[in-house]
């Protein structure tokens, strides 16, 4: 039996992965904001007769404080942990500063991920195989990384922030896996392409437009998490790795680099320290 910790494992893929793994007998561990979707997640447990194996935790992960909360709850609670699924992601149409001075999207979908991964790894170690899936979108062309403006507070653009959000995800697998800081667990970036669970966020009309087109030629959940399902349980075997649509990228790609990894690095341990 493995211990699966899921950000966003009430909705979308990271419901669809709890879900997989309950079934198989899997302790499963799901974050998310929404009390009744946690009702629906411990429910649907009941339904599979693992309901001593599903954990739900309440927690808005774009807070810094509510990811080293959720941090102590899990250390507290378990003595080791198999993977860490990282899905959690909302987009926005308009900008949104979270009560601790971030913008929302860098947040969420960065600075939970840092957190929860390094907040994490201790009890990583300990399993046979760990892993850390960090479901965004390696290597994609489009986007950019704004170093003077991570906060995007000159003309924020909601797809600019998610792009953003995926080239410094890209950047956390560098930093993590590097040789210098010898962990066992491997990290694993994996884009699994348009999925039919939907897509979280607050859009404006034209958007909202894009998203439901979308979200038309989206491929079954299922097919969606294959991939996904396949590299939790068995890692590949290098300390980072990356996947788009099933199709693994090389790492000398540009959105890969070692000086932007320490660089973003740097950065980070910066803003949360301040």
Same mark, same amino acid.
């Given at each position: ?17 709890? *879900? %997989? ?9 799901? #974050? ?36 080293? $909360?959720?941090?102590? =709850?899990?250390? =507290? ?35 939970? $991920?840092?957190?929860?991964?390094? &907040? ?44 953003? +959000? ?11 896996? *590097?040789?210098?800081? +010898?962990? $066992? ?7 699994? &392409?348009?999925?039919?669970? &939907?897509?979280? &966020?607050?859009? =404006?009309?034209? %958007?909202?437009? *894009?998203?439901?087109?979308?979200? @038309? ?31 693994? #990228? ?12 320490? @660089?973003?690095?740097?950065? %980070? ?6």
């Amino acid at each position: 039996m493995k211990t699966f910790v899921i950000s966003g494992g009430t909705s979308g893929i990271g419901e669809a992965l709890a *879900r %997989t793994y309950l079934k198989r007998g899997d302790k499963v561990v799901a #974050i998310g904001p929404d009390p009744e979707k946690g009702k629906k997640f411990l429910a649907a447990a009941d339904g599979l007769g693992t309901r001593q194996h599903a954990f739900f935790i309440r927690a808005d992960l774009s807070l810094v404080a509510e990811n080293r $909360r959720v941090v102590e =709850e899990i250390k =507290e609670q378990f003595s080791v942990v198999d993977a860490l699924v990282l899905c959690a992601r909302f987009f926005r149409s308009y900008r949104r500063v979270t009560s601790e001075g971030f913008e929302h999207n860098f947040a969420l979908y960065y600075l939970s $991920r840092y957190l929860l991964g390094y &907040g994490l790894v201790d009890l990583l170690e300990k399993a046979p195989e760990p892993v850390i899936m960090n479901v965004a979108g390696p290597g994609v062309e489009a986007g950019q990384i704004h170093w003077n403006d991570l906060g995007l507070e000159r003309g924020y653009d909601g797809w600019a922030a998610m792009f953003q +959000g995926g080239k410094l995800n890209d950047l956390l697998g560098v930093s993590f896996s *590097r040789q210098s800081r +010898g962990y $066992r667990t491997r990290y694993v970036l994996d884009f699994p &392409g348009g999925t039919a669970t &939907g897509f979280a &966020g607050e859009f =404006e009309p034209a %958007t909202a437009a *894009r998203v439901q087109e979308m979200l @038309r030629y989206a491929k079954p959940v299922e097919a969606g998490i294959a991939p996904i399902v396949a590299a939790l349980d068995t890692p590949p075997a290098e300390p980072l790795s990356a996947f788009f649509e099933g199709r693994r #990228i090389d790492l000398r790609h540009f959105s890969f680099q070692q000086d932007d990894a320490l @660089r973003l690095d740097a950065l %980070t341990r910066k803003l949360l320290a301040s």
